[in-house]
């Protein structure tokens, strides 16, 4: 019963390309969507969010997107650097007091 | 000035051991959460603490007893230990209030067992 899901396990793209990261949710009662980064050896770090009240947000060359009709949210990342190169988690919470939930990541390579 | 910290890093141990990790935050925060990270990657929350009180407990067997000592610790202690217990384990903390969802993370624990 996976509440959230990202598909894709890894992702391979060229240094100042865009990387899509998907991330799709089954529970509606999702109010509130983060993005975290992880290096190896390291936990996991506060990347980008976004509430359900809005649609975009944007920070630097990150921005997250949200579709609540789809239950879907991506991250950009443009132009994407050989140090974004990490696994990329996907998590939500529900009324902003509930544990996050997180999905199984999605590893990406920037390829100089 | 690690924000949060885990000791150790790596753990092997056989099974029917006890063990301990433990947990430390100087950041402030109120909340303090284990997550734990099995082979299938998933990041799982096992228990949350706030001010030093259990809120939340999620299906994890009763081998497994965490302990906050005050609100700047959470050490989890697991008792006779099972093959399926090898996983990374991850503390984590936060704030109540706004952002309240963004938490910060310890480097892991790799916990083995043989």
């Known amino acids: 019963d996976q509440q959230v899901k990202q598909n894709s396990p890894s992702l391979s793209v060229q240094e100042g390309r865009i990387s899509i990261l998907n991330c799709d949710y089954t529970n509606s009662m999702f109010d509130y969507f983060l993005w975290y980064k992880k290096y190896p050896a390291e936990g996991p770090t506060f990347l980008i969010s976004i509430s359900s009240i809005k649609d975009k947000n944007e920070d630097g060359r990150f921005t997250v997107f949200l579709n609540k009709s789809a239950k879907h949210l991506s991250l950009h990342i443009v132009p994407s650097q050989p140090g974004d190169s990490a696994v990329y988690f996907c998590a939500a919470s529900a009324h902003g007091n509930t544990p996050l939930v997180f999905g199984k990541g999605t590893r990406l390579s920037v390829i100089a | 000035d690690t924000a949060v910290s885990q000791t150790p890093k790596y753990l092997v141990t056989q099974m029917g051991n006890d063990k301990s990790i433990k947990c430390e935050q100087n950041l402030g925060h109120d909340t303090m959460y284990w997550y734990k990270q099995d082979s299938k990657k998933f990041l799982k929350i096992m228990f949350s603490?706030?001010?030093?009180?259990?809120?939340i407990n999620e299906t994890v067997p009763n081998r497994f007893s965490p302990k906050s000592p005050d609100k700047a610790h959470l050490n989890l202690h697991i008792n006779s230990l099972e093959l399926g217990d090898s996983a990374v384990y991850f503390c984590?903390?936060?704030?109540?209030?706004?952002?309240?969802?963004?938490?910060?993370f310890g480097a892991g624990s790799r916990l083995t067992v043989l």
């Open positions: 984590a903390s936060s704030q109540t209030g706004a952002g309240a969802n963004v938490l910060t």
């Open positions: 603490y706030n001010n030093k009180e259990l809120i």
